[in-house]
């Protein structure tokens, strides 16, 4: 019964991490229309700034202050954004699917830099021991209690994501996705929008890497992969209904359920199988992207425009 | 001076054709299409291992196995055009972006599935390099140089010479103004597919001669091959061959050791170079060389 609920709880921090990245997605994406096909170089980031920062010292890889989550956390999230600043400063200048290249680009940079650069990230070794808030109080009640906060976190930035699509900065933003010229027209700086719901975006990403950290408590260049983190994240999106933040979240949740129970599935068979049964997934997920495209392109709930 | 030409230039040479071709495709699906193709390195890998079914099942060289690819890849491209991108042909750019990301990843699972994870080769042997006054080529390079360029003449004489080739590249011009004059629209778009996918599929050989046979050895080369094909402007054929060569060369010469046997760049950041180039040309001069569509 306590295996059966604390496997329950790791599924649902995952799905809440993937929460986290999905609401960042959609303010790229869903909110303003930019392609970032490079979600895995945010998390990346993300994650190895709250690795290094919280982590014990050690001499295989920089830092290790041992710094507590909620002072490394949000730094977390400003080093997703730092990463998103520049890029987004010279490919959001172009077309959209200018983007779509170059995040890919930046997502190759970052996973070469952190399987070689051994003096920064530990190389292959990767940041072992990142404490885990509340591991403290045990099994299962630590486990419990971390889910509950990746839970607030989400909810909070579901909050802000809310907040911020219902503003007028995110009507700005929806009209520079729908009609950059008649945004321009009426005084608004597509551009510099863009660059914000770029970077804000990131933010989001970055944060989730933290909290993925936390909870697989090592991090290293093989812990994250494009499939999971940033193409897993864009069928979520898709399937939710992009622009839409309880989409996002509903996606998440939807997605990663189906995900992890075929992930179960397929460990049930013999060897050889469960390995194939895992590109099967592959295949499974692209044609799940066309499906969604084109039969349901708005998503399970699309996007609601002056309504709550 | 034979080593900056034996293992830098040639090297650079090779890798640079290969680009070429994969990144000429890309232009042309542009170009007609409007809309970046993502599962172009999928196509790529896909030749590669058409081929090594072919070599393995008939024993036939791999370079016999060229047409064989082609003929396994230019299908599937069709397929996933009928399928998927043409019910989409009337969304955003971005759509019909996604859409091709997910045939990518399709392509790839049924390539995992075929044929696993490990890299794989077609067993050509080792043949001693030409040598001449201290330069050194290995045939399988001289084999792809000159292979690229028989594809870059074929291609030219196409564009150039014969209607269909005439009417592709009215398509990319203006599409409305093609399809007035009476251009079928339909047709100019599958013979699009069929040249992208040959040129992708003979790269994807080529690239498994060259180094070893993997299901994302395609993808490695996506980034390096939109680079090109940016670097030459987007939807000008031949502006992204000459994108693709100077890609080549620029990400083998990077690690060529000038200041005192120290690499200029280390070789582990090699193919970090494709996008360094596409940034600095995404600053200084977005249309690309030779102007391509804005």
């Not at chain 1, 990346?44 to 290790?64: K, R």
């Not at chain 2, 079914?53 to 397929?79: D, K, Q, Y």
């Amino acid at each position: 019964m306590e295996q059966a609920a604390l496997y329950f709880a790791t599924m649902l921090t995952l799905a809440g991490v993937y929460a986290a990245l999905a609401l960042g997605l959609n303010l790229q994406w869903g909110l303003t229309g930019l392609m970032n096909f490079g979600g895995l170089g945010f998390v990346a980031v993300g994650a190895y700034t709250a690795a290094l920062l919280t982590a014990p010292a050690s001499a295989s890889h920089l830092g290790g202050f041992g710094w507590p989550w909620w002072l490394a956390w949000p730094l977390a999230a400003v080093a997703g954004a730092t990463l998103a600043l520049p890029i987004g400063a010279v490919a959001l200048r172009l077309r959209a699917d200018y983007l779509a290249i170059a995040t890919i680009g930046i997502a190759e940079i970052v996973r070469l830099a952190v399987r070689n650069e051994d003096w920064l990230t530990g190389g292959p070794l990767g940041v072992p021991g990142i404490p885990r808030p509340f591991e403290a109080l045990g099994l299962p009640w630590g486990q419990f209690a971390y889910l509950a906060l990746v839970a607030a976190t989400v909810a909070g930035l579901y909050a802000l994501a809310e907040a911020t699509a219902q503003s007028p900065f995110g009507r700005a933003l929806r009209a520079v996705r729908d009609d950059e010229e008649a945004a321009q027209a009426v005084g608004k700086n597509p551009a510099r929008l863009r660059l914000q719901a770029f970077v804000l975006g990131a933010a989001f990403m970055g944060l989730g890497g933290a909290m993925l950290a936390a909870f697989f408590k090592f991090m290293g260049p093989d812990a994250l992969d494009p499939v999971t983190a940033t193409f897993l994240v864009w069928v979520m999106l898709i399937a939710g209904g992009s622009g839409n933040n309880r989409g996002a979240v509903l996606g998440a949740i939807a997605v990663w359920a189906v995900w992890a129970a075929t992930d179960w599935l397929a460990s049930q068979l013999p060897g050889d199988l469960a390995t194939r049964a895992a590109y099967v997934r592959l295949f499974l997920i692209g044609l799940a992207l066309q499906l969604i495209l084109l039969t349901r392109p708005q998503g399970l709930i699309g996007e609601r425009i002056g309504q709550r | 001076m034979e080593s900056l030409v034996n293992f830098y230039l040639i090297p650079g040479l090779v890798l640079g054709a290969i680009y070429a071709m994969s990144a000429t495709g890309l232009s042309l699906i542009y170009g007609v299409m409007r809309f970046a193709h993502f599962a172009h390195g999928e196509l790529l890998s896909f030749g590669a291992y058409a081929a090594l079914v072919a070599v393995r099942g008939l024993g036939i060289s791999p370079w016999a196995a060229i047409p064989f690819a082609i003929v396994a890849t230019v299908p599937l491209a069709w397929a996933a055009d009928r399928a998927f991108y043409a019910q989409l042909r009337r969304s955003l750019p971005a759509v019909l972006l996604i859409s091709s990301f997910a045939t990518a990843l399709m392509i790839r699972a049924v390539l995992y599935l075929g044929f696993g994870p490990t890299p794989l080769g077609y067993g050509l042997g080792i043949m001693p390099p030409l040598v001449w006054a201290g330069f050194r080529m290995q045939r399988r390079h001289v084999w792809i140089i000159l292979g690229a360029a028989v594809a870059a003449a074929l291609l030219h004489l196409l564009l150039s010479r014969t209607r269909a080739g005439r009417a592709m590249r009215a398509m990319a011009d203006d599409p409305d103004l093609a399809r007035i004059t009476g251009v079928n629209v339909d047709a100019v778009i599958r013979l699009t597919w069929a040249v992208a996918a040959a040129l992708a599929a003979t790269a994807g050989v080529f690239l498994g001669i060259d180094t070893e046979l993997q299901p994302v050895m395609g993808f490695n080369v996506l980034l390096a091959s939109f680079a090109a094909a940016i670097l030459g402007g987007i939807g000008r054929p031949w502006g992204s061959a000459l994108g693709g060569l100077m890609l080549g060369m620029a990400e083998e010469l990077s690690s060529y050791p000038l200041l005192d046997g120290a690499a200029l760049l280390s070789p582990a950041y090699k193919t970090g170079v494709a996008f360094a180039v596409l940034v600095i040309m995404l600053i200084l001069r977005p249309q690309g060389l030779f102007r391509g569509m804005g």
